[in-house]
């Protein structure tokens, strides 16, 4: 943690992890959730295409005949020296037009001296651990997006 956030005090690093524990004991008894950080993120590497991501979770919760639902909670640079915690339910797209996938539910904390980051991870495991305890399907995830179901053929 101290090496993908010099800046967190020992009290900050501790939070970070009851947070996370929290998600983990959400998901305990099913198949536990990996979490991935990327230390070549520590420090902002520069505008990229997709968005650098220092730490985070991927929950699939289903990923059946090609349909899939995934909770995201995620640390991102936003710009340099910004940070921004990202929480999200993505679902893959039936649409006409392919567009891959479409997060349907999202929450980006930035952080910034009202809200540190443990604050700011502290709310998103808070907003995936709802999630999580409550997961539906991604076809209830798309008909509250006003997205179309999976066809079943
Ligand atoms: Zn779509």
Redesign the pocket.
Same mark, same amino acid.
């Given at each position: 943690m101290t090496a993908l956030f010099p800046f967190l005090t020992a009290a900050d690093v501790k939070s970070l992890r009851q947070a996370a524990g929290m998600v983990d004991a959400v998901r305990a008894g099913r198949t536990p959730a990996d979490w991935e950080w990327a230390l070549q993120h520590a420090a902002f590497p520069g505008t990229q295409q997709s968005t650098p991501i220092i730490f985070g979770l991927d929950v699939i919760q289903h990923a059946e005949g090609g349909d899939q639902l995934e909770f995201l909670l995620q640390v991102v640079w936003v710009d340099p020296g910004r940070l921004a915690v990202d929480a999200a339910v993505n679902v893959a @797209?039936? @649409?006409e037009?392919? /567009?891959a996938t /479409?997060d349907v539910d999202t929450l980006r904390l930035v952080v910034d001296e009202e809200t540190p980051l443990p604050a700011a991870f502290l709310a998103g495991a808070v907003r995936l651990t709802g999630w999580l305890t409550d997961p539906h399907d991604a076809d209830h995830w798309r008909a509250t997006a006003g997205?179309p179901s999976r066809m079943i053929d």
């Open positions: @797209c039936w @649409c037009t392919d /567009h /479409h997205l």
